[in-house]
C-alpha cells in the first residue's frame, strides 16, 4: 500500500494565481489555490491508484515551512506569508487549525508516520533547492529518528540546477553511494505523464517527464 503526505497544500506560488487563476496576489487568492492544488493532488493520486484515505494534507503554509523548522523556539506560530493564515484551517487538513508551529508539525508528522508505519520511505535528497521541500525532509528525519521504526529509506532529487529540463542524469557531484534506476513501461509512462498533466496550476511546461526515476538509497543527512 501506498501512503502519500503533504506538508503544504502549494498554495504560495504567486505565478499560479496571476496567470492560471488570473487573480490579484491578495490572501484571499493564494487560499483559492490550496484548494485548487488539493483537488490536483487527489485527481492525479487517484489517476495512480492511491486512494483518498491514503493522502496526508498537514497545510503548513507553502514558502515558509523551512522557516518554522530551523525556529529556535518550537511553539513560536509563523503567519503565511500568502496567506496570512497562522494555523491548517483549511477544512482537509489532517487536523484543521493546527498552529504553524515547529513543535505542531513535527507532531502530526510523527502521528502519521506511526499511524501507517511505513515498511519504506520515500523522501527527498537534502540537495533539493526548495526549502519546504528542506523542511519536510527534516521533520520526517526528526520523526522517524523518534519513533521506533527502522524502515528503508530512499531518496529522490525535484528542485536541482537543470535537473529534469536540460539534464536527466543524476549530477556527478550527486553519484554517490547506492542508485537505483528504474524503468517505466510504456503504460507506466504514459500514467505518469497522465497524472503529471493533471497538475495544470504548475505550468508544467518548466518541466520534463520521463521514463526513468532514480533513487538513491538512504537519506544522507538532515540538513
Not at 523548522?69 to 497562522?86: D, Q
Not at 533539493?128 to 524502515?151: E, F, G, I, M, V
Not at 536540460?166 to 549530477?171: S, Y
Not at 553511494?177 to 504514459?190: D, N, R, S, V, Y
Amino acid at each position: 500500500m501506498i501512503y502519500v503526505l503533504y506538508l503544504t497544500t502549494g498554495d504560495g506560488y504567486d505565478g499560479a494565481v496571476q496567470n492560471f487563476l488570473h487573480l490579484p496576489t491578495v490572501s484571499s487568492s493564494f487560499i483559492r489555490l490550496g484548494f485548487l492544488r488539493h483537488q490536483e493532488a487527489i485527481n492525479a493520486e487517484n489517476l495512480l491508484g492511491v486512494p483518498r484515505n491514503h493522502l496526508f494534507f498537514l497545510c503548513f503554509p507553502d514558502t515558509a515551512c523551512l522557516k518554522i523548522v530551523k525556529n529556535s523556539n518550537p511553539n513560536k506560530i509563523v503567519r503565511s506569508p500568502k496567506t496570512h493564515l497562522t494555523t491548517a484551517a483549511y477544512p482537509f487538513a489532517y487536523q484543521t487549525n493546527a498552529p504553524y508551529s515547529k513543535a505542531s508539525a513535527f507532531r502530526l508528522m510523527r502521528e502519521v508516520i506511526e499511524r501507517v508505519k511505513p515498511g519504506t520511505i520515500i523522501l527527498n535528497r537534502p540537495e533539493d533547492t526548495n526549502p519546504d521541500h528542506r523542511a519536510a525532509r527534516n521533520l520526517l528525519l526528526a520523526a522517524l529518528q523518534q519513533s521506533k521504526l527502522r524502515s528503508f529509506l530512499l531518496s529522490y532529487l525535484i528542485h536541482f540546477p537543470h535537473w529534469g529540463r536540460k539534464i536527466f542524469l543524476p549530477p556527478l557531484r550527486l553519484q554517490k553511494g547506492t542508485i537505483f534506476q528504474l524503468k517505466l513501461t510504456h503504460q507506466e509512462f504514459a500514467r505518469k505523464r497522465r497524472a503529471f498533466e493533471l497538475h495544470q496550476s504548475e505550468f508544467l511546461d518548466r518541466f520534463r517527464v520521463h521514463p526513468i526515476e532514480f533513487f538513491w538509497l538512504g537519506a544522507n543527512r538532515i540538513t
